[in-house]
């Protein structure tokens, strides 16, 4: 079956690390993506990696992927204001097929 | 390169009428998804069309909703007879011919409203 997973809600300090984690079921998930989403806008795509690969960094953002447990994280580092949002962990099977959507992680940043 | 375009951003409609979504694929793309979002939840697959052919409707609801992507024009999500649970935001994503890498651009979305 497909389904992704992760936690509602996140609050980190300004400055601080974040670490959003997601699970997924289908293990014959080729793509993986973080998607961030503002309030009341669409979605941006944040950075992806693909399943024969265990790290993906782009400068502030680390992408594990431990495809054994079917556990994706997202490490945003020096956590800013600007990073407040709702974070989608996805998958997809082929390079032109749905996407499934995680519920999303809202991420709240303490001063 | 414009991105996609969906119109119109907001639309409220009562229980019955009807309701029409456009989307617009970035230049060049030809492969066009729409998804819907629920209030406080993900997005969910709807519909997957390349140009003038449904490719996956396994997410559309059998009644009520339907989807084109003609030769010429935008993309349209028609719901008919809209009900209150179809309030919701619903997003269209394009991706090119040959999508190698599956990135999909993702449009503002419609905010749908049925009073």
């Known amino acids: 079956g497909e389904d992704v997973e992760q936690s509602l809600f996140l609050s980190v300090r300004e400055g601080d690390s974040s670490v959003i984690n997601c699970t997924y079921t289908?293990?014959?998930?080729?793509?993986l993506y973080w998607y961030k989403q503002e309030p009341g806008a669409g979605l941006q795509l944040l950075t992806y990696?693909?399943?024969?690969?265990d790290m993906k960094q782009d400068q502030r953002l680390t992408v594990l992927l431990n495809k054994k447990d079917k556990h994706l994280s997202l490490r945003i580092a020096d956590t800013q204001t600007g990073d407040s949002a709702i974070y989608f962990c996805a998958e997809a099977y082929s390079s032109a097929s749905k996407i499934i959507f995680g519920s999303g992680t809202r991420l709240s940043i303490r001063p | 390169n414009a991105g996609v375009m969906q119109n119109p951003r907001h639309l409220v409609r009562r229980r019955g009428q009807e309701a029409r979504l456009r989307c617009s694929p970035m230049k060049g793309h030809s492969h066009v998804y729409w998804y819907r979002q629920l209030p406080e939840e993900g997005l969910k697959f709807m519909v997957y069309l390349q140009k003038e052919n449904i490719i996956d409707e396994s997410g559309m609801p059998k009644e009520r909703f339907s989807a084109e992507f003609p030769k010429e024009g935008p993309s349209i999500l028609r719901i008919q007879q809209v009900v209150r649970g179809d309030s919701a935001a619903y997003f269209c994503a394009s991706s090119p011919e040959l999508a190698g890498e599956n990135e999909q651009y993702f449009g503002p979305g419609t905010r749908l409203t049925v009073t």
């Open positions: 990696i693909f399943s024969n690969m």
């Open positions: 289908d293990s014959s998930s080729t793509y």
